[in-house]
C-alpha cells in the first residue's frame, strides 16, 4: 500500500544545530507539504511544493527550508535550530490541488 | 490568517449520543475539509465539501457548509468510543494550500 513515512518520529538537538526531518511518500502525488503543530496555533502551513524543483514558502517559513529533488521526498531544514522551533512536524501530499491530503504521523522535535 | 476555528474546544458525551462541531473561517474558498486525529498520529481525511454544496453525507458523518455565514458544521451520530480523538476543518483560498483550524477535542465516554 502507498504511504507517506517521517523520520525520525522523535529528535532532540541542540539550539544553534542543523537539523533535517525526512519524508517521503510513494503515492506519487505531485504536492507536499510541510506543517508544524502547536498547541493553541493548530496547523500551519511551513513549506509546499507542486512538483520536483518547485518549492514555497507557507506562513511560518522563517527558519525552515525545504528541497524537492524528486517526486518522492521534500525533506525539511532547520538551519540553525532555535528553542522556538520545538513543535511536532507533519509531512503531507495530495495528488493534485484541493484533493484531500495524506498526513505522515509526525516527527516530534525538541530543541534544547 | 486564514485559519479556521472550531467550536468547542472540547467536547465529551456519552457513547451513542450525537456530536456537532463547528468551523467558522475568514476568507472565500474553494472546499472545505475534515479530519480526525488520534493522539500521536497524523491527520486523517474524512470528509471534503464544495463550496456549491450545501450538506454532504458519509457513513454516520454529516458535514453541512453555510457559504455566506463562512461556517460549517460536522455531525457524527451515534457516537462511539473509538470515534474520541481531535478534529479540524481545513480551508483552501489557494490552489493546494490548506489551513487549518485549532481543532475540537472530542471525548466519547463508554
Known amino acids: 500500500d502507498a504511504e507517506i513515512t517521517q523520520s525520525p518520529r522523535h529528535k532532540i538537538t541542540e539550539t544553534g544545530r542543523q537539523v533535517t526531518l525526512a519524508c517521503h511518500q510513494t503515492?506519487?502525488?505531485?504536492?507536499m507539504f510541510w506543517y508544524r503543530q502547536d498547541l493553541g496555533h493548530g496547523l500551519r502551513l511551513i513549506h509546499y511544493s507542486y512538483g520536483v524543483q518547485d518549492t514555497n514558502k507557507g506562513e511560518v517559513s522563517d527558519g525552515y527550508s525545504v528541497s524537492r529533488s524528486n517526486t518522492e521526498d521534500l525533506p525539511l531544514t532547520l538551519e540553525s535550530a532555535a528553542s522556538s522551533q520545538t513543535s511536532v512536524y507533519f509531512c503531507?501530499?495530495?495528488?493534485?490541488?484541493?484533493?484531500?491530503?495524506?498526513f505522515g504521523n509526525g516527527t516530534r522535535l525538541t530543541v534544547t | 490568517s486564514q485559519q479556521g476555528e472550531e467550536d468547542p474546544q472540547a467536547l465529551s458525551i456519552q457513547e451513542g449520543e450525537n456530536a456537532t462541531m463547528n468551523c467558522s473561517y475568514k476568507t472565500s474558498i474553494n472546499n472545505l475539509q475534515w479530519y480526525r486525529q488520534n493522539s500521536g498520529r497524523g491527520l486523517v481525511h474524512l470528509i471534503l465539501?464544495?463550496?456549491?454544496?450545501r450538506e454532504k453525507h458519509s457513513g454516520r458523518l454529516r458535514v453541512t457548509l453555510d457559504t455566506s455565514k463562512k461556517s460549517s458544521s460536522l455531525l457524527i451520530t451515534a457516537s462511539r468510543a473509538a470515534d474520541t480523538a481531535s478534529y479540524f476543518c481545513a480551508t483552501d483560498a489557494l490552489a493546494a494550500q490548506f489551513y487549518f483550524g485549532t481543532g475540537t477535542s472530542l471525548t466519547v465516554i463508554p
Open positions: 503515492w506519487n502525488h505531485n504536492n
Open positions: 465539501i464544495r463550496s456549491n454544496e
Open positions: 503531507a501530499s495530495s495528488v493534485k490541488d484541493n484533493s484531500p491530503l495524506h
